[in-house]
C-alpha cells in the first residue's frame, strides 16, 4: 500500500523537498565544515604525526568522520539541484515520471533535519501495559526492530535484555550502527499496542498490550553533557535466567541510575565489569542527550505555535491479529494489511510516512 507522500504529484513533491533542503542550509556551514577538513588534513601530513598514536587516531577518525558528511552533503545538494531539471522533464514526458519518482524517494528519505539523525542509535524496548502477554509483545517489538535495522543493512549489538516472569523481556537495550541510524530510529519512537487472542490465557480471550520504545543519539564527543559523579548510583549484577540466551551470561553486570534524572542504563554485553560500566555510561550520555533534545524540539514547536507530543506515552501505532488483521500507524494513517510481514521487520513504508509528515507533508 502507497504511503501518503506517493499519492502527492511530483510538483508538490519537489516543493516539499527544496522547503526542507532549505531548512536544512540554513543551519549547515558546509564551508565551515570544508575548512575544518582541510585543517585535519593539514595536521595528518605534518611531521611526526603518528608519534601520539592515540591523538593521532583521534584525528584520523575525525577527519573520516567530517570527510563522509561533507562528501553526503554535497550529493544532497547535487541531487536536489537534478531534480528540480528531471521534474521539469518528468512534467513533459510521461516516461520520465517513474524514475524522478524513485529519485525522489532516495533524496526523501534522506532530507532529515535532526542534528544526530546521520550517527548510531540506541533503541530500548520497555513492556508496557497487559502484565506477561506485554513482555511477550515487547520481545515481538525488539525482534521486528533488529530484523528491520539488518534489512537496512545496520549493524545490531544487542546490549541488555532483562527477562519477563513467564516470557518476553520486561525491557532489553539494542545499537544500531550506521548511516542514518538515529534518524530512521526516531520515526518509531512511542508506544506501539498490539491487539490479540492471548496465548497465555486459558479462555484464548482478546488482550491488549503496550509496548514503549525510546530512542536516543549515540554520540561520541558529548563534551556539554556533564555528569556528577555523586549523582551516579552504580550497582553490579549478574546477568541469569530467561534473558540468557539474549547476551553473554557474566558476573559483571552494570546498572547505573542518574538520581537527578531518574534515567536507570544497565549493560551485561561485555566481558568485563569496566567494559560494561564504559558502555552504561555512553548509554547515560544518549538518553540524557535525547533528553535535552526532546526539550529542544518542544521548544521549536511551541515557537510555531504547534501542538506536538514528544512524550513517551504517546501511541504510535496498533497492530491488530484478531479478529482481523491490520497494522495502522496512528500519526500518518499508512496501513498494511499483512500483519506478519510487518512483525518479520517490513516497516519500510511507516517510516517513510512518518519521515515525511514531520518534513512538513502531513
Not at 531518574?262 to 567494559?275: D, H, L, P
Request: aromatic residues 6%; negative net charge; glycine residues 8%.
Amino acid at each position: 500500500m502507497a504511503g501518503p507522500s506517493d499519492e502527492l504529484p511530483i510538483p508538490q513533491r519537489l516543493q516539499a523537498i527544496v522547503a526542507q533542503w532549505d531548512q536544512l542550509r540554513a543551519g549547515f556551514d558546509d564551508a565551515a565544515l570544508a575548512a575544518r577538513v582541510a585543517e585535519l588534513e593539514d595536521a595528518m601530513g605534518a611531521p611526526g604525526f603518528w608519534d601520539d598514536q592515540q591523538s593521532a587516531a583521534q584525528v584520523s577518525a575525525e577527519h573520516s568522520r567530517a570527510t563522509r558528511r561533507l562528501e553526503r552533503w554535497r550529493g544532497l545538494a547535487s541531487e536536489v539541484e537534478d531534480l528540480r531539471a528531471l521534474a521539469d522533464m518528468a512534467e513533459e514526458d510521461e516516461s520520465v515520471a517513474a524514475e524522478v519518482a524513485g529519485q525522489m524517494a532516495g533524496v526523501e528519505e534522506r532530507l532529515f533535519s535532526g542534528r544526530y539523525d546521520a550517527g548510531d542509535a540506541l533503541v530500548t524496548v520497555n513492556a508496557g501495559a497487559g502484565g506477561t502477554d506485554a513482555q511477550d509483545w515487547a520481545e515481538m517489538v525488539l525482534r521486528m526492530m533488529m530484523r528491520w535495522a539488518e534489512r537496512r543493512g545496520l549493524q545490531v549489538e544487542l546490549l541488555e535484555a532483562s527477562p519477563g516472569e513467564e516470557a518476553g523481556i520486561k525491557s532489553a537495550t539494542f545499537r544500531a550502527k550506521g548511516e542514518n541510524a538515529y534518524g530512521l530510529f526516531s520515526a518509531e519512537k512511542g508506544v506501539h499496542r498490539l491487539v490479540r487472542l492471548s496465548p497465555f490465557d486459558a479462555a484464548h480471550r482478546r488482550q491488549t498490550s503496550f509496548a514503549g520504545l525510546e530512542v536516543a543519539p549515540v554520540v561520541e564527543d558529548v563534551g556539554d553533557i556533564e555528569i556528577e559523579d555523586d549523582d551516579l548510583q552504580i550497582d553490579t549484577y549478574r546477568a541469569s535466567g530467561a534473558g540468557g540466551q539474549h547476551v553473554n551470561k557474566t558476573d559483571s553486570a552494570v546498572r547505573i541510575t542518574h538520581r537527578p534524572s531518574g534515567i536507570v542504563v544497565q549493560c551485561q554485553n561485555e566481558r568485563s565489569q569496566s567494559a560494561n560500566k564504559d558502555t552504561a555510561m555512553k548509554m547515560l550520555r544518549a538518553k540524557l542527550l535525547e533528553r535535552e533534545e526532546a526539550k529542544r524540539r518542544e521548544e521549536i514547536a511551541a515557537e510555531r505555535g504547534e501542538a506536538q507530543d514528544v512524550n513517551f506515552g504517546s501511541q504510535i501505532r496498533s497492530y491488530v491479529l484478531h479478529p482481523y488483521t491490520m497494522v495502522k500507524d496512528h500519526r500518518t494513517s499508512f496501513e498494511v494489511g499483512d500483519a506478519q510481514r510487518v512483525l518479520d521487520g517490513d516497516l519500510d513504508g511507516f517510516v517513510r510516512a512518518e519521515l515525511m509528515r514531520t518534513a512538513g507533508h502531513g
